[in-house]
């Protein structure tokens, strides 16, 4: 089942902030929100987690709706670097050493 | 540095072959797991563990195996019952504990010779 959606694809130019949006509806009261990215080849890199407070550390910002139905991750000032696939998961907090669900995600590409 | 260590890079099987995938964590994390990712897909959970001597069966656990006998391994085996084996492999870890995140390795690429 899917917990998220979020659009197959964006762009963005480079030194602009880059908006990722993602639903989950279905979101339930212990489940906190993820975001992971994926540079080609490589393993997904965690960038940032909340439960219904914005968050924001030296990689991202990010901003959950006060039904927590939605989010949205910020880059502030996107660079080519960040071109990725990007990932949003919802997971329980009381999940010990369980599985990330990880969908399709966003890919994300970042033009000159 | 601190970090999760995945080898080989690549690594070719000839069928009816077994063959183990390495990963190495020096993050004193408590819990590893190993995922499989196809072409244009989302990861799939193959095998987790918790704790040393203690693994359990993700999502897609026929045709591997596992062990942990130390706390920073967690090697994982791709068996000949494997039909289809050709993917990319990733390993994680994670601090046992609530909203822990993952942090994983760079992978490695198994393709059937």
């Known amino acids: 089942d899917a917990k998220t959606t979020q659009p197959p694809s964006m762009d963005c130019a480079e030194g602009r902030a880059a908006n990722l949006p993602c639903n989950h509806s279905?979101?339930?009261?212990?489940?906190?929100v993820y975001w992971y990215r994926q540079i080609h080849s490589q393993g997904p890199q965690y960038i940032i987690h909340?439960?219904?407070n914005n968050e924001t550390n030296e990689m991202a910002s990010l901003i959950i709706t006060e039904d927590r139905k939605s989010s949205t991750l910020i880059l502030p000032h996107a660079t080519l670097r960040d071109t990725a696939v990007y990932y949003c998961?919802?997971?329980?907090?009381?999940?010990?050493?369980?599985?990330?669900?990880f969908g399709p995600g966003t890919r994300l590409s970042v033009l000159p | 540095d601190g970090g999760i260590t995945q080898s080989p890079k690549y690594l070719f099987r000839k069928e009816g072959q077994n063959v183990t995938l390495s990963c190495e964590q020096n993050?004193?994390?408590?819990?590893m797991y190993w995922y499989r990712q196809d072409p244009g897909q989302g990861l799939r959970l193959i095998y987790y563990?918790?704790?040393?001597?203690?693994?359990q069966k993700g999502d897609i656990a026929e045709g591997y195996s596992v062990s942990r006998e130390k706390k920073e391994s967690f090697p994982l085996t791709v068996t000949s019952a494997q039909k289809n084996p050709t993917a990319f492999y990733l390993c994680?870890?994670?601090?046992?504990?609530?909203?822990?995140?993952?942090?994983f390795g760079d992978g490695t690429r198994l393709s059937i010779l």
């Open positions: 279905t979101i339930s009261g212990n489940e906190y």
């Open positions: 998961i919802v997971r329980p907090m009381d999940n010990y050493g369980q599985n990330f669900v």
């Open positions: 909340g439960l219904k």
């Open positions: 993050l004193n994390h408590d819990a």
């Open positions: 994680a870890s994670s601090i046992k504990g609530l909203n822990q995140p993952q942090h």
């Open positions: 563990s918790q704790i040393v001597n203690d693994f």
